[in-house]
Every structure is written in structure tokens, then in C-alpha cells.
């Protein structure tokens, strides 16, 4: 009897673990934190009473089948939770099926044959590893249901997780907090919901802006759409945080100078806080507002025109330079971009640094060497989140003031590179690693323009997002700084025109949403067609 209980104890486990597990961020691994299964105490519950009526499904045919349908909801956790780990984003199964046969095309070519077998067979033993655990599990339960005792107990029991579900809520939670994470089923609810949404065009998404700018006042200088990771306005609002900052923006402002080059500045409105930068990117690049990942999802699914392709209709080759991306990449089709370089066709080789490995100036140096120090070429467009900047802030990357040694395996000298690693995050107060990250970066493009002084260039430099409430405080605003330098006079008078003001310090109100501000750059790029 005891082995049997305890064999039950470690059923019900493991059916409970199997669809509340939590993804080990920014690794494909998993682990569980404890949480309860809506899905377990509803089966347990259906199953007690189809056996207190005589008709529960004790067969080994129907315990196989129990089994299948356990392991297609084991697959749709694993595939939520990871996806959002490793992308950032999401799950849209309408939007990322489409894509892999590019994946296994891509993989063919660039991984050993061997590798991608052994990641195949690799992928069906866990699977069937997972189907036979499941299935031992289910019979260890659907057994226990000949006990009267057993079938009361476990009665009771799935009626209180159902009752717990419902008296949850959710939104007034923490994650951390919470007794039940979102169900599997509702996630695949949600991706028939995007798909019927996506047949039938979408309607819940607003018309893009036009994109019929000549270009005419950018024509001919490359044009960079520089993201700053976190960069809010935080940095000008906290008097400390600006106080700290302040050497670092005085040096920005003598190099635009020194290079012939002017600013403009003004504060917009981001569509996300604390993070979810991809609803920044989306909304700047396509010109609507995206503030939740429903609405991105849906907008993905569709034909629309982004500034890549503007840019690309009047002779430029579009890149997105992407150092923290490390897997395919399906957007990058929705932004028409002509090519896009991950982290691993970057190729960093020195010291590691944060979640991403690689630096901003590295892949800003790398980016530089590989399309725009060739010639002759096209004027290019190119699309650059940062990643140094990214939560907690710390190992901050020295800056390299020789851009040449950024290329080089050992980068930086032995001192300074001791010295970043020894700044450990203080994760009771993120501020100061989060202004140093912020001077890396502002450093970083200072270092650029002056080692681009002889460049035509128009650098757009906008934050993505305010840091998270740990740093930006209660209450704080959704509004992010946009820098545009350049030395196009035309093109700055239109921006002034539009409410930008002179200088780095942006002055409120502010401009207005991220997604408004696209038809403002394409007024000051050229004249309607």
C-alpha cells in the first residue's frame, strides 16, 4: 500500500510538473517553480466522477490516447514559455510554421550533418521518453481510481485546484506569486483565435501610415536606427541619473560638433514598459501602435509596408544588424529587410559579457567592417537594437577608445576587463549599473561618429522602453528619448519644425507616441511622392 501511494504521489507530480514548468531564461532548459495545473485538477476531477459512474476509461487503448493528448499539451507549454525566452516574444504558430522549412533549410547548410541527426534522434528519444513517463503516470492514477477512498480524495482534490483557479487573479499578481500559470489550453485557444483572426484579415489592426517620402533630403547618406536597450527618459527626469550622465552626453555633444554634425532631440511615448522592446520596434518601423503581443501577432500575419521597404523602394539595401539575436529570426520577412546579421554570423570571440555575450561596440564595429566600410555600395539602412544595456545592467563592457582592437579576440587590456567583472549587479539597487550601461552606450556612439567623421550619416538614437519600475520608480512615464544627428541642415529644420529642440536635452510635452513619430522622419526625409 505505501509503495503504491507513493507511487501515485510521484504520478500526480510529475502530470502537475508537465504543464507547469517555467522556461530556464535564456537557455531552451526548463524548470519548475512549483506552481499548480488547472489541466491536472480538471482531468482529475472529470475522471473521479466518470469513475464514481462506473465509466472511467481504464483500458490501456484510452490510457495511450490520454497519453498522446497530455503530451500535445506538454509540447504547446514547452513551445509558450520557451518562446518567449529565447525570442522574446510570443508563440505564433500561424506566423512561425510558415518558416520552417527556411529552418531546416538553413540548418542543412550551415550545421554537419552528424549534428543535425543527432539533434533529430536527440529530440524523438526525449519525446518518447516524455510519452512513456506520462503514460506510466496516467496508469498510476487511472489505478488508483479502484480505491473508493483514492477516488474521494482525489475527487476533492481537483475540485479545490478548480476552486483556487477561480478565485485567482492573476492580473493583481506577481508572476512569482501566483498559484496557476496560464493555461495550455488557452494558449491553444488563442493561436486558432490568431489564426481565424488572420484569415479574415486582421481587422482589429489600424490602417498603416503611408510611406511616400522621396527621401529626397536623406538621399545618399546612410541612415542608422540605433534602439538603446532601456534607454528612458528616466535619464533626464531622475536629477541623480542625469547628474551621473552628464560627462557622457558633454563628450556625445563635442564629437557631433567636432564632426561637422548637429542634433536634434525630443521625447515620444513607448507603446511597452520595462521591456517587451519588440512592440517599440514594430511600432516605429511600421508606423502603428502596438502596445500588447495580440496585436503584434495579428499585424505579423499580414502584407504590410515597413520603412525597410521605403527605404529599399529608393535604392538602399537594408540590414538589420541584431547582436542578440541567436535564432531564426521570422520577422525579419515582415520588415523586408534585404539581410540580417544574428549573433552568430557576428562572430564575437572576446570576453563575455550579460545575457547576450557580445558588446554594442563590437557589433557596431563588426557591422561597420562588414557593409559599411565597402565600396562601392548602395546607401544603407540599418536597423540596430542594442543589447549592453539590457537588465541588470552589469558586467558593463569597457569602452574601447581603439575601434580596431574591438575586432580582435582579446579586445581589451587584462586591468580593465578585471575591472568590469568585478561590478556585480546589486539586484536591491539597479541604478547605478544601469547609468553606467547607459554612459557605455552614449559613449559607444560618440566613439562612432568620430571614428565616421568623414561619413555621410543620419543617426536616428531612440530608447526602446523605460527600464523597469526597480529603476525608473512608481509612476513613471512611458517616455523615451529620440535623438537625429546628422549634417543634412534641410533635414533637422523639418524635424525643428515638428517640435524637435536643439541639442541633446529633449523638453516636453512630449512629441507624441512611437508610432506617430514614423510619419514625422518621413516628412523631414524627403517631400511626398
Known amino acids: 500500500m505505501v509503495v503504491a501511494i507513493a507511487r501515485l504521489a510521484a504520478a500526480l507530480l510529475i502530470l502537475n510538473a508537465s504543464l507547469t514548468f517555467q522556461s530556464l531564461w535564456p537557455t531552451p532548459a526548463v524548470r519548475w517553480t512549483g506552481e499548480l495545473s488547472i489541466e491536472l485538477g480538471v482531468a482529475l476531477a472529470l475522471l473521479a466522477l466518470a469513475a464514481l459512474r462506473g465509466v472511467a476509461p481504464t483500458s490501456r487503448r484510452a490510457v495511450r490516447w490520454m497519453a498522446v493528448v497530455w503530451l500535445v499539451l506538454v509540447i504547446g507549454r514547452y513551445a509558450d514559455v520557451t518562446a518567449q525566452a529565447l525570442y522574446g516574444r510570443d508563440i505564433n504558430l500561424y506566423w512561425d510554421l510558415r518558416f520552417i522549412p527556411d529552418v531546416a533549410s538553413m540548418l542543412a547548410r550551415a550545421a554537419p550533418w552528424w549534428l543535425i541527426a543527432g539533434a533529430a534522434i536527440g529530440a524523438a528519444l526525449v519525446l518518447a521518453l516524455l510519452y512513456v513517463l506520462i503514460r506510466w503516470s496516467l496508469r498510476r492514477v487511472v489505478e488508483a481510481f479502484e480505491w473508493p477512498i ?27 506569486e501566483r498559484w496557476f500559470p496560464t493555461p ?29 517620402s522621396d527621401f529626397s533630403r536623406a ?11 532601456s534607454y528612458g527618459a528616466v535619464t533626464f527626469d531622475r536629477p541623480e541619473f542625469a547628474a551621473s550622465l552628464e560627462s557622457a552626453r558633454q563628450t556625445l555633444s563635442e564629437e557631433i560638433r567636432a564632426t561637422g554634425r548637429e542634433t536634434v532631440s525630443a521625447f515620444v511615448e513607448s507603446p511597452t514598459f520595462g521591456g517587451e522592446s519588440w512592440l517599440a520596434h514594430i511600432s516605429l518601423m511600421s508606423g502603428v501602435e502596438v502596445r500588447d503581443p495580440h496585436t503584434n501577432a495579428v499585424l505579423m500575419t499580414q502584407h504590410r509596408e515597413t520603412v525597410a521597404n521605403a527605404f529599399s523602394r529608393h535604392g538602399y539595401r537594408t540590414i538589420a544588424n541584431m547582436p542578440g539575436l541567436w535564432w531564426d529570426w521570422p520577422e525579419g520577412s515582415f520588415y523586408g529587410f534585404d539581410d540580417i546579421y544574428g549573433a552568430l554570423r557576428l562572430d564575437y570571440r572576446g570576453p563575455q559579457f550579460g545575457w547576450f555575450t557580445l558588446t554594442d561596440q563590437f557589433a557596431l564595429a563588426r557591422i561597420d567592417a562588414l557593409e559599411i566600410a565597402r565600396q562601392p555600395r548602395k546607401p544603407l539602412f540599418i536597423f540596430f537594437p542594442t543589447v549592453s544595456t539590457h537588465a541588470p545592467f552589469t558586467p558593463t563592457p569597457p569602452y574601447q577608445p581603439d575601434w580596431g582592437r574591438m ?123
Do not use: C
Open 150 to 176: 483514492a477516488r474521494r480524495v482525489m475527487l476533492a482534490g481537483g475540485a479545490v485546484l478548480v476552486v483556487l483557479f477561480a478565485i485567482e487573479r492573476p492580473q493583481e499578481l506577481d508572476a512569482h
Open 184 to 212: 495550455i489550453t488557452t494558449t491553444y485557444f488563442r493561436q486558432a483565435w490568431l489564426a481565424a483572426d488572420a484569415l479574415r484579415g486582421g481587422r482589429s489592426v489600424p490602417a498603416s501610415p503611408p510611406m511616400n
Open 219 to 229: 538621399q545618399g547618406a546612410d541612415v542608422i536606427l540605433l534602439f538603446i536597450e
Open 407 to 529: 575586432l580582435d579576440e582579446r579586445p581589451y587590456d587584462p586591468a580593465e576587463l578585471d575591472r568590469s567583472y568585478d561590478d556585480v549587479a546589486n539586484w536591491m539597487d539597479l541604478g547605478p549599473g544601469y547609468v553606467k550601461a547607459v554612459d557605455y552606450a552614449l559613449r559607444t556612439v560618440a566613439g562612432y561618429l568620430r571614428l565616421r567623421a568623414d561619413r555621410d550619416l543620419v543617426l536616428i538614437v531612440i530608447g526602446d522602453h523605460q527600464p523597469a519600475a526597480a529603476v525608473s520608480g512608481e509612476r513613471a512615464p512611458w517616455d523615451v528619448p529620440v535623438h537625429i544627428i546628422a549634417s543634412r541642415p534641410e533635414l533637422l529644420a523639418r524635424l525643428r519644425v515638428s517640435g524637435f529642440a536643439d541639442g541633446l536635452t529633449p523638453r516636453r510635452p512630449i512629441l507624441g507616441k512611437m508610432h506617430e513619430l514614423l510619419p514625422v522622419l518621413l516628412r523631414a526625409f524627403g517631400e511626398p511622392e
